[in-house]
């Protein structure tokens, strides 16, 4: 993290953090504490050499940002069938993997960090089977974690336990790719083995952890860290299993040839017994455990296997290639477990529970348990970056580090720099004088200033990378990086040599005082516990670019292990933009990203999520990290954010009501064009199967045609011809807040027949792209679930504006205003918003007691998640509201039959003129559902190939 001339920040920082983690009250480490910690320590004759040349305020901001990170709460899903508890503290004692792990991470990683990767390790293992118990058992789970955000951090800690109870022989699934195996197994060289894996044992050297016992602990390892380094048929045919105590450890790829290789092999060299069931040879004698890394690619069976009546799975179904090699490794095992990780679980929960096969076994689904993995306070990721949505339909809380660029196409987006549709013969051509956008001229420009920002805050040993993804083709990547190359080889040569430099200089200065000098500062006023560093003189930063550009290089990512060596292998920090396209959609990791380019873009959420590498940890120079995308890419990821919060919710009251992996339906906010995965991966291939249970569906997307407004604005005015005169105000008044505003435009309803909110949704057209807010589908469900005796009762809320103009007669007697929303882009044949629904509508029909209840969940999930944080919650989040109305509070039975409409007839004053001069307004409605027990689903039909022709591939 230092360079050479600053060991002696690095010594005391280390020293003083151990003294620090010697403190049993953990709270008493304030910034006077550690202030007076290291003025003892400096004072001490031992230390007193290390004050020359210290940078003082360096090492006290260091240390406070150490100590100020907290990490909410990991929750899980269990089922225990079969298991045994088994670990205990007596059974800790003298893990020596784990202890020289641990205090390898202690130089890296806060306290609470670290000790918050102990407590998930001890959970993940207790919750496998003990590896010396002798008779058979299989378990398999899942840890979700975030993107970039240390999965394998925690998998290497994971297995250095599982080493330390017995486990023996150690596979790790790790990606498609040489470069992601490759870098997967450089990270487990220095956090388990201890020593650079190499093909020739003369050559391997101590590294990582070995430097902690001098290479005392040595597992086997099969595999290596080079670019041929995977298990090869040659390695495969010299490697025999050894008699000794020492686990093996093999890092492979998710390739059909490397897997059945791996199979052979162990059962050449590991098989002791015959199967009696089978017949067929397996091993007994040594447990098994597989980690999974990005579970749910490629690990997934996409085909789609036959169940009888019953449910019961047809057994002479072949399961896809990779899923096949996989549940074959674990069949050749009598006592095994599996754990994939994941950021992006939505395949993984969409494996039949009870998919089996004769040959293959089990499918992978995680049946004995989910965890989800907390992240600490200093994550950046996307609720951080896009921030989330207020409720007014703005954001709040966002990054200043976002730009919107349009330059790399035209308007239709059919010509261009790049267009939105081109294929591998494309040849990208801009008329600026550097041959590229110039919004590209100012990414890599801030790149360069990040640069050298970062050696001047004495970050220059450490990695710093610019991410440019334009394009999924080699061939067009060819050609961005020729001129990407070019240009930064022309900047390099003008600095270096002090020659015809000045529009150059010129240039990086006007965006320095425009964008750097204000992002720095209010990121600093925004974000005081993730951003306190102060931006050096330009004139410093200016006097180290020569420096920093001869160090930049380009670099093209297509796979080969090569890429990742080179981040081991730098001596100092390595300055590097990689261009790249699906290589580095997923798994790969870009130390030190500063500045992303992005283009490329799927509408599935999972393979959004993923191709997001530039979240994570940026400490020390978050400010400086910029994100240059289109305009639709932001408007995704903002969704993104709104709906990893929600999933996170839903999982946890799950986990509150007690259900099991088994039990865990996942439910995915509504979106007009944003897909969960690829149907291919959902199991079924051609059908999704939704519950709408505990969630709410609004229209967020409106066609502009005059009929389709005519049609919904009629359903909408039969609906409320055959309702009774209604009660005015619905929202109830919260004696005790000052919360709800009443207003005389709103009506309200209660107890209507489900048979009329039929009727409505039977008659009102939706976007016909929107998947969970689509009419049908919602009238579907509220019948399958009528038939069970719920949603039988419903309340209507017809919810007025702000916008006092053109008032819209809806009845003889019932008048109603427009709500102002804010518009989400300009489309031709849509109005899209952002949100319909206005928050605290969802807790209009709820009792004062049942909306005090919500409000105590929503305070005490918000304490849980955000530990340490001053409590700024005033209303109960929607969530909450569904889960009190469907079970109610105090020991009364809640009301699982009763649904609440929500209808508003939404408006964009600043936005409207639209091409078609509308007769009728826009009607738009949420429905809010209860938290229900029942697993009523509707089926969703899709075809993978217009899938795929819309929503593009997965990753």
Same mark, same amino acid.
């Given at each position: ?478 050609? &961005?990086?020729?001129?990407?190359? #070019?240009? =930064?080889?022309? !900047?390099?040569? +003008?600095? /270096?040599? %002090?020659?015809?430099?000045? *529009? ?36 410093? &930063?200016?006097?180290?670019?020569? #420096?920093? =550009?001869?160090? !930049?290089?380009? +670099?093209? /990512?297509? %796979?080969?292990?090569?890429? *990742? ?54 400490? %020390? ?335």
């Amino acid at each position: 993290m230092y360079p050479e001339h600053h060991k002696n920040e690095k010594t005391v920082i280390k020293t003083v953090q151990e003294l620090l983690l010697s403190e049993e009250d953990k709270s008493l480490i304030t910034p006077e504490k550690i202030i007076e910690t290291v003025d003892s320590l400096l004072s001490m004759k031992l230390y007193a050499k290390f004050r020359e040349n210290l940078d003082y305020d360096f090492v006290i901001d260091e240390l406070i940002r150490r100590n100020s990170i907290w990490i909410g709460q990991d929750s899980i899903l269990i089922n225990n069938i079969g298991h045994v508890a088994w670990l205990t503290t007596e059974r800790k004692k003298d893990w020596r993997y784990w202890e020289r792990y641990k205090e390898w991470q202690e130089k890296k990683l806060d306290w609470v960090s670290l000790n918050a990767l102990d407590k998930s390790t001890d959970e993940i293992l207790g919750l496998l089977e003990d590896p010396t118990r002798k008779d058979a058992w299989d378990r398999r789970g899942l840890v979700v974690g975030h993107v970039q955000s240390g999965k394998t951090g925690n998998f290497t800690g994971l297995i250095c336990k599982a080493a330390d109870a017995g486990y023996k022989i150690i596979i790790v699934l790790a990606g498609m790719h040489n470069n992601l195996r490759s870098q997967t197994q450089m990270r487990l060289d220095e956090g388990f083995l201890g020593y650079e894996t190499h093909p020739d044992p003369e050559k391997i050297k101590i590294i990582g952890v070995g430097n902690i016992d001098s290479g005392a602990l040595r597992p086997n390892y099969v595999t290596n860290r080079t670019q041929n380094g995977d298990l090869s048929k040659k390695l495969a045919e010299v490697t025999g299993i050894t008699p000794e105590h020492r686990p093996w450890l093999f890092v492979v790829k998710k390739n059909k040839t490397v897997l059945k290789r791996l199979h052979k092999w162990i059962l050449d060299n590991a098989a002791n017994t015959i199967d009696p069931k089978t017949g067929l040879k397996i091993v007994t004698n040594l447990p098994l455990l597989v980690i999974d890394d990005e579970a749910d690619h490629a690990s997934v069976d996409t085909g789609e296997q036959i169940f009888d009546e019953l449910g019961e799975a047809k057994e002479d179904y072949q399961p896809k290639a990779i899923n096949r090699r996989i549940r074959k490794l674990l069949q050749l095992f009598s006592r095994k477990a599996y754990v994939g990780y994941t950021a992006t679980p939505f395949a993984n929960i969409f494996i039949h529970e009870r998919g089996e096969t004769k040959k293959e076994g089990k499918d992978l689904f995680p049946e004995s348990f989910i965890l989800n993995l907390a992240s600490p306070s200093n994550y950046i990721g996307p609720s951080r970056i896009f921030g989330l949505n207020d409720g007014s339909g703005s954001r709040k809380a966002q990054l200043p580090i976002i730009h919107e660029i349009d330059d790399h196409n035209t308007n239709d987006g059919l010509t261009g720099w790049m267009p939105i549709k081109h294929d591998s013969k494309h040849e990208p051509y801009h008329d600026s004088e550097f041959g590229i956008p110039l919004s590209l001229v100012e990414a890599i420009d801030a790149f360069i200033l990040s640069c050298g920002v970062r050696q001047a805050r004495k970050q220059g040993a450490e990695h710093s990378s610019m991410l440019i993804h334009v394009t999924r083709f080699n061939l067009v990547q060819n050609h &961005v990086h020729k001129k990407v190359d #070019e240009y =930064i080889k022309n !900047v390099s040569q +003008r600095l /270096i040599r %002090g020659i015809d430099n000045q *529009a150059i200089l010129n240039r990086l200065e006007r965006l320095w005082e425009n964008d750097f000098i204000p992002t720095n500062k209010q990121m600093n006023s925004d974000l005081p516990d993730l951003c306190v560093e102060s931006l050096p003189s330009w004139e410093k &930063v200016k006097e180290l670019l020569p #420096e920093v =550009i001869e160090q !930049v290089i380009v +670099r093209k /990512i297509n %796979g080969t292990a090569k890429d *990742a060596l080179d981040y081991a292998d730098s001596a100092s920090g390595l300055k590097v933009i990689a261009i790249g396209g699906d290589k580095l959609a997923r798994g790969l990791t870009l130390e030190g990203l500063c500045v992303s380019y992005f283009l490329r873009a799927s509408k599935m959420y999972d393979t959004l999520m993923q191709m997001g590498r530039w979240f994570g940890y940026r400490t %020390g120079y978050l400010d400086l990290c910029r994100l240059y995308t289109t305009s639709e890419l932001i408007e995704w990821f903002e969704h993104i954010a709104d709906a990893s919060l929600e999933l996170r919710e839903e999982f946890n009251l799950m986990v509150e009501s007690g259900g099991t992996p088994r039990d865990y339906g996942l439910k995915v906010k509504s979106h007009p064009v944003l897909m969960v995965t690829s149907p291919l991966k959902m199991r079924t291939a051609k059908t999704l199967k939704l519950s709408f249970s505990g969630t709410v569906s609004e229209t967020v997307s409106f066609l502009k045609d005059e009929k389709v407004l005519k049609n919904n604005f009629e359903a909408l005015t039969h609906l409320i011809n055959l309702l009774d005169h209604p009660q005015t105000k619905p929202l109830r008044l919260r004696e005790h807040t000052n919360t709800h505003k009443l207003s005389s435009n709103n009506f309200y309803w209660e107890g209507i027949s489900y048979t009329h909110i039929l009727d409505f949704l039977e008659q009102y057209i939706t976007h016909p792209e929107s998947i969970k807010a689509n009419s049908k589908m919602l009238k579907s469900f509220i019948e399958k679930m009528a038939e069970a005796g719920q949603l039988t009762s419903w309340n209507i809320a017809l919810m007025g504006g702000s916008i006092k103009d053109h008032p819209v007669q809806l009845s003889d007697s019932l008048i109603l205003h427009k709500a102002q929303r804010t518009s989400n882009g300009r489309h031709e044949d849509r109005y899209a918003i952002r949100r319909l629904l206005s928050p605290t509508d969802e807790a209009l029909d709820l009792s004062n007691e049942e909306w005090d209840a919500a409000l105590i969940r929503t305070i005490e999930i918000f304490k849980a998640e955000n530990p340490g944080k001053p409590v700024n919650v005033s209303n109960p989040s929607g969530i909450n509201c569904r889960y009190i109305r469907g079970n109610g509070v105090n020991g009364n039975k809640g009301r699982p039959d009763q649904g609440l409409l929500i209808i508003y007839l939404p408006e964009d004053v600043e936005n409207n003129n639209f091409e078609v001069q509308r007769l009728h307004p826009f009607v738009g409605f949420a429905c809010s559902f209860p938290y229900s027990k029942l697993s009523e689903e509707v089926e969703y039909k899709v075809n993978n190939i217009e899938w795929e022709s819309y929503y593009g591939p997965a990753s």
